[in-house]
Structures are given as C-alpha cells and as structure tokens.
C-alpha cells in the first residue's frame, strides 16, 4: 500500500483522570514519547498540533470527592491544575491543555452524542443493575464491592478483583455491597443507549487488519483478540449524577459515559485552541475533518481497546471527522519489579521528583526512555536512573561537552578555531556522524524512541572516542594548528548534540545552545559540520550534568520502603472479617495440641518445614508447614502447638502432611506459630 502524504498531524494524548498527581508511569507511556515526537516534527518544520487535557468525569473522581467530603468540582480543580503544572514543569509541550468541565467541551459532546441519536446510530435497551435504596441511586461498577468468585478476595470491585487480577461484571460478585453506604443492593431495571459495535465488526477488521498492520504488534494483536471474538454493544450513557447530561428526553439522571465523553476531548481542545486563536491555528475542523490531516493517538496499553474500537466507531458513525492513522501504544512501566500503584501510593509522583532532585527533569526523561515499555512491559529503578545518569549522561554526554568546551576556552578564548588540514582521524570521526540524523529520523518516524535515543547518545560517543585520539591537551604545545583543528570538529559535534537531543532533552539542549551561543537550529541542521563558524564567540562553559551520589538514591528508596511498610499495616488493618459460620460449622474442626518432637527443614524448598509431633495417639503425625523463612527447625523441638487434627491429608513436595499448624499472619506478612502457655498432654482439645 502507497503511503499517504499528510499536509499536517495532530497529536493527541491520552487524557489523565482528574482525580490523582501524575506519576512516573504516565510519563513513561504517554507523555514522554508524545513530547518527542511532536518536538521532533516541529524542528523539521512541519505543521503539527499537540492536544492535551484533563478527563474531569466518570466514578474514580465521585468516589475520592465522597472520601474527602468534598465535591467532585473540587477534586477535579485542585488535580488539574496539579496535573498541568507537572506536565509544564517536564517540558511537555502541549500547544492546549484544557479539560472536559469546559462549557465548550459541554457542548460539543452533548452534539455528538445528540447526532448519533437522531441518527439512529445509537440503540436503546433495558438491563438490570445493581440499585442502592438507600442512596436511591445506580451503582456504577467501582461501587460495589463483594467477594470475588474466583480467589474469593472480600473487597473485589463490581469491574475487577484487584486481588487476583480477574475481570468482572457486578452480578457475578458473592454478597454484595453498596460502596456508599455498605448496605445490600437489589437490582432493578434501567434504561440506557448502545453503541453497536457488532454492526461494525467487519467495517473494524478490514480497517485495522487490513489497513493498519504497521501498527505496533502489541496494539495490532490486541486489536485482533477483540476482534476474533464477537462485539458487543457498549453502553454509552450512565446512571450516574457527575458528567454530561445525556441530551434526549427519557434520559433524566443519566449522564454521557466517561469513556464516550473523554475521547471527544481531544476535539473540544482542539477547538478551544483554535478559536482563541484562529489567525495562527485556523479552523478546528481543519484539524479533525480534513483527509490532509494525520491523527496519532499517544496512549497506554489499557487504553487501546477505547481508541482503536470505540472511538474510530464513533468518529465512523458520526460520519464527518478523520480517523486515526497510527496508535502507538505503549505496554506497563513498573517500579522496583512492582506494579505501579496510585491507591497503594506506589508510585514516584512528578511534583515530588522535582522536590527531591531538582533540575533534573531531563534524566528522569532520558532513564524513562531509555527504558521505554514499547512492546513489553519494563522495570524503573533508582539504581538504573543513577547508573545511567553516571555512566552515559555525566560519562559521556557531559564529559565530551565539557572536555570541548573548556579546552576551547582555554586555549582560544572560547571562540571558535578555524578548521585545517584533515588526517584520517578527522575523517574518520565524520564519517562516522553523517549517517546520524538519517538514523535518528528513521526511528523517530516509525515510533521507535527508545533506539532513537540511542542513536542520538552514539553522537556524543564518537565525540567522546574523537576528542580522547587526538588528545589535544598534550598536542597543544607542539602543534597548536592541529589543536585548531580537533577542536573545531569537536565544537561541530557539540552543535549537532543540542539538535539531536532536543526532542529527548528540552532542558539540556537549551542549556547547551547558550553555552555554545547557537540561536537558530531546526532539524535540517542536524549532520551540517559548519554550524559554529570560525570566530564565533562561545560562552562561559558549565557542566551540563552531574553525579547523583548515593545517599540520594537511599533517600528515594527509603521513601519507597516505608511506602511498602505503611501499606502492610494498611491491609492487615483493613482485613474484614470473613463471613459468618453457624457453631456446628465451628464443631467440625478438631483441633488439639501437639509436642514437636522433631523439625526440619524440606529440600528444594526455601518455605516448607516438615514436623514430626507427638498428638497423644501413639503414633507420630507427619505435617509439613510453609514457615521456614521466620523460624530455624532446630529452635522449635520441644514446643507445644495447636493443629488441625481432622483435616484431609495432602501431599506436600513428596510429603504426605496430616493436618495443618495454626499460624498467625502479623501485617508485615511475618507468621507465628500459636503455641500452649502451661504445660498440656499431647492430643489435648483445644476448645
């Protein structure tokens, strides 16, 4: 298939929710590799737009206003302004940032919604839900909770068990509750409007299967997953009191589901920026329904499904706006081999970065992109974020800048010498650059930031192994035209680094164009070795970075292990009690004391110990326990514990154990053995 060409892209980002800070995960997924591209259109030039804002509805924001006491206006105003000035603060270069409370994104999605409606694009059906009496209202899945089938967690949500992972549907939770008032739901009928997805299943397939598989394998085969199976409706509307009122009659008390109502966002932005603006912008639906226009989402993996399904079908059955051309999505960022977490505040949130390492938004960006979860997910540490701030930004970044620069201010003045005779070294060293910026392009093109970054840092190794050869510091004083020379082409390379890494690193690159006293750049620059011409006055040099230590990186850590304690001590204490038994049920468990006669350790495994104890009977009963991280066999001989006497056998890594130890689970996830006071004969019952 010929590629199309596009006259200008608008680039959109995913749309964080309004209810939280922004963490280090976002960044990673979205805005970091958003940010890149859009800066690296803009140097060459293109006519490009960058589309952002805060998704200020659905039920995560009602249920933190209802915690707090407050109202969801006031969640959302205190999160969004918090939320933008982390983006601003990282150089996230958004050309809007508005949010979907906005009277102009108000109004443009109760259109669309009212379009598809008169245009019989949408169907009505009656469901039945979950109903709170006593809030007299609907619950939207996050508000009930219950046990979960499948692990049997007790406070599993109506959409999904956050225990053992599992999606689900609130009917299928066991014992139900309200999450407003724990009372017990009923279900009741209610009416809401579809978007058919099945009726454009085989629009969808030929679209993305057929048209699309340049996409990312990630994206294109979850696509292809929803896509092998049968599509359902969706509901796009809510019985909920905290959005935009669904604009039909019939539809009190509804308001536009989150999910239909963020994605129009992007447009309403759009629009908001080119009416305050048109002169510069022009028309918003020159941006949004002109086939000229290129449209690429920047989302996370979770959010894929919504922007390559639902939404291109919206757009479809709306009939006049463009759809997306590209969607590269990125996998999970987790942190210190753990799942992020912003319930769990397992996280490194933005506006606390830059409390404890200030100035240094540009090696958070440059670790996360090196590390980016393109097409898999990948791990953020602190000790990678320093090594690779020590050994690639400050060892070899930094160190050819500052070698260049300060030679060059110690032996000329800091103006740039004019260049002579090229040896081979010379030549060598640039042939090695020209086929930089042709690499650089061609990754970025294709969303391939990670390998980009790289490349752009290969600019400063060939720097860096060109600078240390010729070693000008000990030819200066035999051959100072020579020095002339190395010089010159090192201060070449400089040049080229604060372009190649402007996408990558706003922060640094301007520090380095003042350094150099380089105004005018764009990327059609990138790869010339003529940029500073012989004469020109560079200024007063200044690392450009610097060594983390490791008191530093202890801090955060400390941070983050206190953060882990602290949620320990939360789940113990907030462990329900597990659901009532009768007292026969009670009866049935026979537990007895028992004398350890013997304990050790079992082989190949680092938690079972096997017991041999004396249970009055006579005879030895055999049970292995997975207690071997808090106790040494050797210590527990001679104590009295409490089994289960009458418990099924079961075999343990070859060992037939006859009933279970009773244990106690202290928060930190610490187990202790439940042992007998004053002396009592083996078999004892224990009552």
């Given at each position: 298939m010929k590629e199309k060409k596009f006259k200008r892209t608008l680039v959109t980002s995913a749309l964080p929710y309004a209810n939280g800070g922004v963490h280090i995960g976002h960044l990673?997924?979205?805005?970091?590799?958003?940010?890149?591209?859009?800066?690296?259109?803009?140097?060459?030039?293109?006519?490009?737009v960058f589309i952002g804002g805060s998704d200020e509805h659905g039920v995560p924001i009602t249920i933190r206003a209802k915690k707090e006491g407050v109202t969801p206006q006031d969640?959302?105003?205190?999160?969004?302004?918090?939320?933008?000035?982390?983006?601003?603060?990282?150089?996230?270069?958004f050309d809007v940032y508005s949010r979907t409370t906005?009277?102009?994104?108000?109004?443009?999605?109760?259109?669309?919604?009212?379009?598809?409606?008169?245009?019989?694009?949408?169907?009505?059906?009656?469901?039945?839900?979950?109903?709170?009496?006593?809030?007299?209202?609907?619950?939207?899945?996050?508000?009930?909770?219950g046990e979960c089938p499948h692990c049997h967690y007790l406070g599993a949500y109506g959409d999904q068990c956050e225990h053992c992972g599992s999606d689900l549907s609130p009917l299928e939770l066991i014992n139900p509750k309200s999450a407003i008032n724990g009372s017990k739901p009923v279900i009741k009928k209610t009416k809401n409007w579809y978007l058919p997805l099945n009726e454009y299943q085989d629009w969808l397939k030929k679209w993305i299967l057929e048209g699309h598989q340049e996409w990312r394998p990630n994206v294109y085969g979850q696509c292809k997953s929803w896509l092998d199976l049968d599509l359902q409706p969706r509901a796009m509307t809510r019985d909920l009191n905290w959005g935009i009122p669904v604009p039909i009659e019939g539809a009190e008390g509804k308001v536009l589901y989150v999910w239909f109502d963020a994605p129009i966002g992007y447009i309403s932005n759009t629009k908001e920026l080119c009416d305050a603006d048109p002169q510069r912008w022009g028309s918003w639906e020159k941006w949004w329904k002109d086939e000229d226009t290129r449209l690429v989402h920047f989302i996370g993996k979770d959010n894929i499904v919504f922007h390559c399904l639902i939404f291109p079908t919206m757009l479809k059955a709306h009939g006049d706006y463009i759809l997306p051309d590209n969607v590269p999505a990125n996998e999970f960022l987790n942190l210190e081999d753990n799942k992020i977490s912003t319930s769990k505040n397992w996280a490194v949130w933005l506006h606390e970065y830059l409390v404890d390492l200030p100035g240094k938004q540009d090696v958070l960006r440059y670790v996360l992109t090196a590390n980016a979860p393109e097409t898999k997910d990948n791990n953020f540490t602190w000790k990678d974020f320093q090594e690779r701030n020590n050994s690639e930004l400050v060892a070899i970044y930094g160190n050819f800048v500052n070698r260049a620069l300060q030679l060059t201010k110690k032996?000329?003045?800091?103006?740039?010498?004019?260049?002579?005779?090229?040896?081979?070294?010379?030549?060598?060293?640039?042939?090695?650059f020209k086929d930089v910026k042709a690499k650089v392009e061609a990754l970025l093109d294709v969303f391939k930031f990670r390998d980009a970054q790289k490349e752009a840092m290969n600019l400063a190794r060939i720097g860096n192994k060109y600078i240390t050869e010729c070693e000008p510091w000990k030819v200066w004083k035999t051959d100072p035209e020579r020095v002339k020379t190395v010089l010159y082409i090192s201060l070449q390379l400089v040049a080229n680094l604060s372009i190649a890494f402007e996408p990558f690193l706003p922060f640094s690159s301007a520090k380095l164009r003042k350094m150099i006293n380089m105004d005018s750049f764009d990327w059609s620059q990138l790869g010339n070795t003529d940029l500073l011409k012989s004469g020109h006055q560079m200024e007063e040099p200044e690392l450009l970075f610097e060594k983390i230590d490791d008191e530093t990186i202890d801090a955060q850590l400390k941070k983050l292990e206190d953060t882990k304690k602290a949620n320990e001590e939360a789940s113990y204490k907030a462990k329900d009690i597990k659901p009532v038994v009768s007292y026969a049920d009670f009866e049935k468990l026979d537990i007895r004391v028992g004398h350890i006669k013997h304990c050790e350790r079992v082989k190949k495994s680092d938690k079972l110990l096997k017991f041999i104890i004396d249970d009055g009977s006579g005879k030895d009963r055999i049970i292995a326990s997975g207690i071997a991280k808090f106790y040494e066999p050797e210590k527990l001989i001679g104590k009295d514990i409490c089994f289960i006497a009458n418990l099924a056998p079961r075999k343990i890594m070859g060992i037939e154990s006859q009933g279970m130890i009773l244990s106690a689970e202290n928060f930190d996830g610490s187990l202790s053995l439940t042992t007998i006071e004053h002396e009592v004969k083996p078999g004892s019952q224990v009552l």
């Open positions: 990673a997924g979205v805005y970091v590799p958003a940010d890149i591209y859009v800066r690296y259109l803009r140097l060459k030039k293109q006519d490009v969640v959302v105003d205190r999160y969004h302004n918090l939320i933008k000035k982390s983006f601003e603060d990282f150089g996230i270069s906005s009277e102009t994104h108000h109004h443009l999605a109760s259109d669309f919604f009212k379009k598809l409606y008169d245009d019989g694009k949408l169907v009505e059906q009656e469901t039945e839900q979950y109903y709170d009496e006593e809030a007299q209202q609907f619950l939207a899945d996050r508000y009930i909770t032996y000329f003045d800091g103006v740039v010498p004019p260049c002579g005779n090229l040896l081979d070294e010379d030549k060598r060293a640039l042939d090695e």
